[in-house]
């Protein structure tokens, strides 16, 4: 008994000990935190602030070519309509009484939620004439329903029209009516850029507009697009997606390519980048101003693009193109070319590769007679053919089918006279189902036209339109009559109450909607 009576009075002591202990412990840790709180909230005062200097610009070549040339860079946005979706034809359950949302559903024919929204794509471009021709890529704007161009200088947005365009390198012709003379790119040489040269890349690279980037010239004539007619710049200038279609210029500002892919493998910039050369560019730029289309000289035939050097040497010539096919009906056929001769010449001058051959031939104005020079199992012999049109020589090609089935759209003012929309008077009936009792004049849009000024500016079926540059509508003849006034490029505001719901209720706000006429 002695000894289990001594054993709860340690027990005791030893937690009265380790008590004590914590105690200490913390009001030790209390006393140095407090003291380090004290000393963090010392001013120090042999510290020397801070000071931000004036702004002192440090220009260098970079940046003064920048500000020559960025005014001339453009952001594009292309709009596509969605295709019409497949909708219920079930007839809707009564509404209960007073539900004006169903009822309001009723009167309009359908609910907002299902109307379809178009997709929108981005990229970039440059201006080349004042007058507002843009040069860009094809890829940007193929199948657009509209294209849109916001200047840099104003941040001002345009409709533009397309001009012209051509697969086959990649390249389109679109023009916008600013109103003013436009700022434009100079246009270097681009067979004078050699490997190692400066290049700077300008464009809105995930729609990051005006962007700029440089890096150098690493390779050139790289070939690596699907198409004859694209032998590429190669440069580690960071190009993303967006860029395409901007400038690649030199460190003179000479825009020396246009920026049209990259190889990646992560969807993004990886040091490869591809501009397609500016001498090509103008070629084909400037048969799109002159015609509205590229042409094509051919001789009507076909060979493969890997021809061996020993399988030259073998036939016994050290240069020139093995014809593999000729064309039924065309030039080479009509001038008694056949297939394994082999050209060596045109006009005296010797056809390096297919290349070549393609190149000087597709150069060559169309119903040019030129003297081909051949070789036809070991013999020499001159045929005189007459250059015609390739989309022509090869018509049943779908390769060049492009040419017959897309047409650039034609310009001019939209097919709805009242800017791109139709309206109606408002029954004093049609008020009151609609709640605008108080609401004094107005006309309803009942049809917007695709690809209209109105369309492009956001009016919408439903919509009342209550003024116009801030004069009153009160029915179609002011429509016509404010339209009468107006020209190409004037800036336009529409005022229009808009249907909402809130609550199960149909509610009105007002909202402003404006554009510049095309």
């Known amino acids: 008994m002695h000894i289990w009576n001594q ?79 497949e909708t219920s034809r079930q007839s809707p359950a009564e509404p209960e009484e007073g539900d004006e949302l169903d009822l309001f559903r009723r009167f ?25 021709y843009i040069i860009t890529n094809y890829h940007v704007i193929e199948g657009a329903d509209r294209i849109r161009v916001k200047l840099v200088d104003d941040q001002s947005e345009h409709k533009a029209r397309l001009i012209g365009f051509d697969p086959e390198t990649d390249l389109a012709v679109i023009k916008i009516d600013a109103g003013r003379r436009l700022p434009t790119v100079e246009v270097g040489n681009s067979d004078a850029v050699q490997v190692g040269d400066w290049a700077i890349a300008i464009g809105a690279p995930f729609g990051l507009e005006a962007s700029v980037t440089a890096g150098i010239i690493s390779a050139k004539g790289r070939d690596v697009g699907p198409q004859q007619f694209q032998r590429f710049i190669q440069t580690d200038a960071a190009i993303n997606p967006g860029n395409s279609g901007g400038p690649l210029v030199n460190i003179r500002g000479e825009v020396i390519g246009v920026n049209t892919m990259i190889a990646t493998r992560s969807g993004g910039y990886q040091g490869i980048g591809f501009a397609l050369p500016i001498n090509m560019a103008v070629k084909v730029y400037n048969m799109i101003i002159q015609s509205g289309r590229v042409t094509r000289g051919s001789i009507g035939i076909s060979f493969s693009r890997e021809q061996a050097p020993v399988l030259l040497k073998a036939l016994g010539v050290d240069h020139g193109v093995v014809v593999s096919q000729v064309q039924p009906g065309g030039p080479a056929e009509k001038a008694g070319i056949k297939p394994e001769d082999i050209i060596l010449a045109i006009d005296g001058k010797p056809v390096k590769d297919g290349d070549d051959l393609v190149s000087r031939v597709a150069e060559t104005p169309i119903g040019t007679e030129v003297k081909i020079s051949i070789d036809r199992g070991g013999r020499r012999m001159e045929i005189p053919v007459r250059i015609e049109d390739r989309a022509r020589v090869f018509a049943d090609d779908p390769r060049f089918a492009f ?116």
Not at 49 to 74: C, G, H, Q, Y
Not at 124 to 131: E, Q, Y
Not at 478 to 485: E, F
Request: avoid cysteine; charged fraction near 25%.
């Open 403 to 518: 040419y017959r089935e897309r047409k650039p759209p034609e310009s001019g003012a939209p097919a709805e006279a009242m800017f791109g929309v139709h309206v109606r008077n408002l029954s004093t009936r049609e008020r009151s189902e609609m709640g605008l009792e108080e609401q004094q004049g107005g006309v309803v849009i009942t049809r917007v036209e695709p690809r209209s000024f109105g369309e492009d500016i956001g009016l919408r079926e439903r919509d009342v339109i209550v003024s116009i540059n801030r004069r009153p509508v009160n029915s179609v003849d002011d429509v016509r009559a404010i339209q009468a006034m107006l020209k190409s490029g004037d800036a336009i505001a529409f005022r229009v109450l808009r249907p909402g719901s809130a609550r199960g209720q149909v509610t009105w706000f007002s909202t402003y909607l404006a554009g510049r006429l095309p």
């Open 7 to 85: 054993r709860p009075t340690g027990k005791v002591l030893t937690f009265v000990l380790i008590g004590v202990t914590l105690a200490i412990g913390i009001l030790v840790g209390t006393l140095v935190d407090s003291r380090v709180k004290a000393e963090r909230s010392q001013p120090a005062t042999d510290a020397t602030p801070l000071r931000i200097p004036d702004p002192v610009e440090l220009s260098n070549e970079f940046s003064r070519l920048v500000k020559r040339i960025e005014p001339a860079v453009v952001f594009i946005e292309t709009d596509f309509d969605p295709r019409p979706r």
């Open 108 to 132: 309009f024919g359908g609910p907002f939620e299902n109307m379809p929204r178009p997709r929108q794509a981005t990229g970039s471009g440059f201006i080349v004439d004042p007058k507002g």
